[in-house]
């Protein structure tokens, strides 16, 4: 099987995702994501542990965040879910009963909306704001009170509102139109510096929102769609270069799997430019003082290129306090390490990748823990029992790594997969003002 074919069996799974309706509000709409030793104690921070720090600030709230637990342990929630309080509860009744610590939010998803009020005058300018969330801040209040760690989710490249409101710098076609994927939905050239800024805009609402990590999803170049007929109207030029350079992954260290050594590494325009984004979110958002994290397809723990998409582990790693690659079995291809079909092996196919992307990230010298993978929870290629979510989460424990997130678009869960909270095992933590 062809890399071209594994990349397309991909990106046409990624983008398929259940039709969610919301009966309370008349709207349906449709939940895209691009976009884990079983001893480990239970990292929730009990409301008493929170303090408050005085530093002073010149924006006009001083937000309280929670430090990490050790190990993040997370289910997803869409703004709208969010925005139904009997739903919601739900879920936090759910995550205080269970060994899950952490709750991922969109705030800005696959319509490019920002689902918030954000407080920004330039961003309520522009028109980018369908409040879905009108109590955010209280919710995120909330959830700390209850020692839950918020992750906003941020997509990023995948932005029809800022692609109509600014054509100039979308990935175009050769018509001279706007480009747009299998799903209708377009996006913006990574290479827009002037769109850099607005994520930097978007984030920073997000921290002063209360939110105490931001995760950034679609953080590469389009794959779904006629790609023969994309233009990138700023990134082109480079593009036009090809090759920069060529790399040989470390050899020394045999803990590394063969696989995954001394293999010829070629870096692309795409990949540089996708690493420049990186390291500009880097310099722009670390000052808030929160964790970064990015979400990266699932095949950048094995893959000694950039999928045709600008992602490469080793490129993504320094920049980031969290890396969360999407390693759902459903989304590997037929015959993925000899399995016909991947999703009926969620173990092997989690420890497989997770092995080998710890071990890439130990030999260049990053902390390997850092790896939170994206674990399924939903139905596609085979039914998704808990027996099959808890081998996802066996397979991350037993590669040595301690964190996972979970995704399941229709935002219920397979409860029976969660082990129960040992409440004498809490750990404490601290909060600060940003």
Avoid at 112 to 119: A, D, L, V
Avoid at 380 to 409: F, H, N
Wanted: glycine share 6%; with cysteine; proline share 7%.
């Amino acid at each position: 099987m062809t890399k071209q074919t594994i990349i397309q069996r991909y990106r046409l799974i990624i983008v398929t995702a259940p039709i969610l309706f919301l009966g309370v509000l008349g709207i349906s709409f449709l939940v895209i994501h691009s976009p884990v030793s079983l001893a480990l104690r239970h990292q929730k921070t009990p409301a008493q542990n929170v303090t408050a720090n005085a530093t002073s600030v010149t924006e006009p709230q001083q937000p309280l965040h929670i430090t990490p637990p050790a190990a993040v342990k997370a289910i997803y929630m869409t703004s709208w879910v969010a925005s139904v309080k009997p739903w919601r509860q739900r879920l936090l009744e759910f995550i205080d009963q269970s060994e899950v610590n952490a709750l991922v939010i969109d705030i800005k998803d696959y319509s490019g909306s920002i689902s918030f009020e954000t407080g920004d005058p330039k961003l309520r300018e522009m028109g980018v704001e369908e409040v879905r969330n009108k109590d955010l801040r209280e919710f995120i209040q909330v959830a700390h009170q209850k020692g839950i760690y918020v992750i906003a989710r941020i997509t990023v490249f995948q932005d029809p509102v800022y692609a109509k409101l600014f054509p100039a710098q979308a990935v175009q076609t050769r018509a001279g139109l706007t480009w747009k994927d299998r799903n209708g939905l377009s996006y913006v050239d990574p290479g827009s510096h002037a769109f850099w800024d607005y994520i930097v805009r978007v984030g920073t609402a997000a921290a002063y929102a209360g939110f105490d990590e931001l995760n950034f999803d679609y953080i590469r170049f389009p794959t779904d769609g006629n790609m023969k007929d994309t233009v990138f109207p700023i990134s082109g030029p480079r593009l036009a270069q090809g090759t920069l350079a060529t790399s040989i992954t470390p050899s020394a260290n045999s803990a590394i799997p063969t696989s995954s050594r001394t293999l010829v590494h070629i870096k692309t325009a795409k990949e540089a430019i996708i690493t420049e984004f990186f390291a500009y979110l880097h310099s722009h958002l670390k000052p808030l003082g929160i964790p970064l994290s990015a979400d990266l397809f699932g095949m950048t723990m094995t893959a000694q290129d950039d999928l045709n998409i600008g992602q490469y582990l080793e490129s993504a790693a320094p920049y980031f306090d969290y890396i969360c690659p999407m390693v759902y079995p459903s989304h590997y291809p037929p015959q993925f390490n000899g399995y016909a079909n991947p999703a009926l092996h969620p173990y092997e196919i989690v420890h497989y990748a997770m092995t080998h992307g710890a071990a890439r990230l130990t030999a260049m010298g990053q902390d390997p823990k850092k790896l939170r993978p994206w674990l399924q929870d939903f139905n596609l290629g085979a039914p998704y029992d808990a027996a099959k979510v808890r081998a996802q989460i066996k397979a991350t424990y037993d590669s040595k790594l301690v964190g996972w997130q979970i995704w399941d678009p229709r935002n219920q869960y397979t409860r029976a997969a969660y082990l129960s909270d040992p409440p004498s095992t809490n750990a404490t933590g601290t909060a600060n003002a940003q």
